[in-house]
């Protein structure tokens, strides 16, 4: 069956513009997770959605990030007036439940000039 | 918080040799411990993993066992091989579900 795919693939912005990177989830997954890998921090946490309740965005690194996930689905990871040090590849990962195994995606590669 | 330290890499070795990628953690409770490995140019994926204490997880010859005393994972294998090249990554499942990361090494084999 389908993995779990984003888009886009790469993304080269300029910096202080909007950018919105996109995740779909294994169809029937009900957990879903955003992680940023960066060369200088790794593998980071950024958000997690658990079917209908709040989200937990401990992980956001500044009020420019933000994520929705529109009908328990598809989510969006949106950043504002991005910065250079935003450039990152951004995962997306889902799961049939929290304490199942974790799907991750190809990620976005994203460049901030 | 809890966190993950893994040996820094990068480690290279001859085809063959005997693997050991040490991994230790902190956590409150009781955690689920992975190894996810990155093979170049492809996604994240799981490798193995151990749900409690004296759990073996084992894959495609690799093995890890969650060490409650020592709080360690450390990752093995007796023979790697060429296409054992990648970046290994060990994790830790919080409360929430999310996973802690450790930095990620890097192993080479060379033929």
């Known amino acids: 069956g389908a993995g779990v795919s984003q888009s886009p693939s790469n993304k080269v912005t300029e910096k202080g513009k909007d950018v919105e990177l996109r995740c779909d989830p294994i169809s029937g997954h009900t957990a879903l997770y955003w992680y940023r890998q960066s060369l200088g921090q790794g593998l980071e946490f950024l958000i997690y959605?658990?079917?209908?309740?709040?989200?937990?965005k401990s992980g956001l690194p500044s009020d420019r990030f933000s994520a929705e996930r529109t009908g328990g689905s598809v989510s969006t990871l949106t950043i504002q007036r991005t910065q250079q040090e935003d450039s990152a590849v951004y995962l997306c990962a889902s799961s049939l439940n929290r304490d199942y195994e974790q799907f991750f995606g190809p990620g976005t590669r994203l460049t901030v000039l | 918080g809890d966190s993950v330290t893994q040996m820094e890499g990068p480690v290279t070795l001859s085809e063959e040799a005997c693997l050991t990628i040490n991994c230790t953690y902190t956590a409150t409770g009781y955690p689920s411990l992975f190894w996810y490995v990155q093979y170049p140019g492809e996604g994240l994926q799981l490798l193995l993993k151990a749900t409690k204490a004296d759990d073996k997880g084992s894959n495609k010859g690799f093995e890890a066992t969650y060490r409650k005393e020592t709080t360690s994972f450390h990752l093995e294998k007796g023979s790697v091989q060429v296409s054992d090249s990648a970046v290994y990554f060990c994790?830790?499942?919080?409360?929430?579900?999310?996973?802690?990361f450790g930095q990620g090494t890097t192993l080479q084999v060379k033929p």
């Open positions: 994790a830790l499942s919080s409360n929430t579900g999310k996973l802690i």
């Open positions: 959605f658990q079917g209908n309740s709040a989200p937990d």
